[in-house]
């Protein structure tokens, strides 16, 4: 499934914009046949969609949420960037494959990895959290039927029952909660007492 292209600016006007970064380096992998230049423009994050448009390129991108399967902030290597991993078969149309020269015959195969690089690198956190506040707006709908069935069934641990944890699965789970931070508001909790794109890619 290709990835949706944009011919002209998005209209945002019935956007809810979560966050707008512009000057935003776009790099794709596999690479994109038939691009020259590094891909720059504005980055818009909605509650419906994700925006990308390049004013120099004329040309742009729409994600919609349910086809980023993982989100991240990324620094290695000197770069740092919002990485976003699409689903399985999701790709650009004129998008080369990992072989060399290549065209991809098989579009499953193909796993196409976004890098959004901004010009300020302290902005990674602001579109990391304005990206996990869209993306919990659209569930998996997978998802939505195993919490569904769980809640029909009722499962919870009656402190009283035999099958209590052993000394190896209690120490597990106090390691669990040493290492994870409590959050409040999508922010670590430190003060707590209790601790607890189609060929349009062409210029």
């Known amino acids: 499934m ?27 992998s596999p690479p994109l046949a038939g691009l020259s230049g590094d ?4 980055l818009n994050i909605t509650e419906s969609q ?28 000197g770069r740092q960037a919002m990485y976003c991993q699409l689903g399985e078969g999701i790709r650009f ?15 499953e195969e193909t796993t196409t990895e976004l890098f959004f690089i901004p010009q300020n690198g302290e902005a990674l956190e602001t579109l990391y959290d304005a990206m996990s ?18 809640e029909e069934e009722e499962w919870y641990a009656d402190p009283s029952d035999e099958a209590e944890l052993n000394e190896v699965q209690q120490a597990a789970l106090d390691h669990l909660a040493t290492v994870f931070e409590p959050r409040v508001n999508g922010k670590a909790d430190q ?3 209790d601790g607890a794109f189609e060929d349009a890619m062409e210029d």
């Open 133 to 150: 506040q869209c993306a919990v707006l659209h569930p998996d709908a997978g998802e939505e039927g195993d919490e569904q069935e769980d």
């Open 39 to 42: 891909l720059v423009g504005d």
């Open 50 to 77: 994700v925006y990308f448009w390049s004013a120099s390129h004329n040309t742009g991108i729409a994600l919609w949420y349910p086809d980023i399967i993982l989100h991240a902030i990324m620094r290695q290597d």
């Open 2 to 28: 290709p990835v949706a292209i944009l011919s002209s600016p998005p209209d945002l006007s019935g956007e809810v914009v979560r966050h707008n970064e512009t000057g935003v380096k776009l790099d794709v």
């Open 191 to 193: 003060g707590s007492d």
């Open 93 to 107: 149309p004129a998008q080369l494959t990992s072989t060399e020269g290549g065209e991809d015959d098989d579009d």
